[in-house]
């Protein structure tokens, strides 16, 4: 059906990249949490998603369609303070949220948990504010690297140690509207 129409090309070209899972892959995954979601949160008109810019904008994008709920969207932008390339923790808040969050039942929704610490902050945060609920819905999760627990309620997929890009995710700006998820083969090109 024309619904099943994609604005997605089905190949990018750049031999740089070495894909991960591909668009129909992601698709597919998103849609089994969105499905996810919305067998957790049945009858609940409290929802509210919450997605952290800029990474989470094609997954926030893909995800809020998967719910069959009423529910709001909101996002936050946050940037980790850094002590010369080693994320201390402590985040900075670059653009909050427009809504309350007061007795909400919140899903943050980022693009990938790497270390923790981003959600870890973000978590206490959220919940200082009155939260009824907080859960974590991200795209990818790279558990080697993680510093400190944090609990993945909605996981779309697990990737190795390495500095992946695309579906959001950027090099330095870069390689955010790919549909796939890949691998920089060679990262000065
Ligand atoms: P954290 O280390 O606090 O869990 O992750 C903080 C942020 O670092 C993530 O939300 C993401 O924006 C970025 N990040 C972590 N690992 C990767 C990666 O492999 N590729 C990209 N593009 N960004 C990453
Ligand atoms: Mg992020
Ligand atoms: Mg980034």
Same mark, same amino acid.
């Given at each position: 059906? $024309?619904?099943?129409?994609?604005?997605?090309?089905?190949?990018?070209?750049?031999?740089? %990249?070495?894909?991960?899972?591909?668009?129909?892959?992601?698709?597919?995954?998103?849609?089994?949490?969105?499905?996810?979601? $919305?067998?957790?949160?049945?009858?609940?008109?409290?929802?509210?998603?919450?997605?952290?810019?800029?990474?989470?904008?094609?997954? !926030?994008?893909? %995800?809020?369609?998967?719910?069959?709920?009423?529910?709001?969207?909101?996002? !936050?932008?946050?940037?980790?303070?850094?002590?010369?390339?080693?994320?201390?923790?402590?985040?900075? @808040?670059?653009?909050? %949220?427009?809504?309350?969050?007061?007795?909400? #039942?919140?899903?943050?929704?980022?693009?990938?948990?790497?270390?923790?610490?981003?959600?870890?902050?973000?978590?206490?945060?959220?919940?200082?504010?009155?939260?009824?609920?907080?859960?974590?819905?991200?795209? %990818? #999760?790279?558990?080697?690297?993680?510093?400190?627990?944090?609990?993945?309620?909605?996981?779309?997929?697990?990737?190795?140690?390495?500095?992946?890009?695309?579906?959001? *995710? #950027?090099?330095?700006?870069?390689?955010?509207? *790919?549909?796939? @998820?890949?691998?920089?083969?060679?990262?000065? *090109?």
């Amino acid at each position: 059906s $024309s619904l099943n129409a994609s604005i997605i090309p089905s190949e990018f070209t750049n031999p740089n %990249l070495e894909v991960l899972y591909t668009a129909e892959q992601i698709k597919q995954r998103v849609i089994q949490l969105g499905q996810q979601i $919305s067998q957790d949160y049945a009858g609940n008109k409290n929802l509210v998603l919450i997605g952290i810019l800029k990474g989470s904008c094609i997954f !926030m994008a893909d %995800l809020m369609r998967a719910v069959d709920l009423e529910l709001i969207i909101d996002f !936050m932008a946050v940037s980790s303070y850094k002590d010369g390339t080693v994320s201390s923790g402590d985040i900075e @808040i670059l653009k909050d %949220l427009t809504h309350p969050i007061r007795g909400k #039942d919140v899903i943050i929704c980022e693009d990938i948990v790497d270390t923790g610490l981003t959600l870890f902050r973000l978590t206490e945060i959220l919940g200082s504010r009155g939260a009824n609920s907080i859960r974590v819905a991200t795209l %990818l #999760d790279k558990p080697e690297t993680r510093k400190k627990e944090i609990k993945i309620d909605y996981c779309g997929f697990q990737v190795p140690n390495k500095f992946v890009v695309g579906c959001g *995710l #950027d090099a330095a700006g870069r390689y955010r509207n *790919l549909p796939f @998820i890949g691998v920089v083969k060679n990262p000065s *090109l």
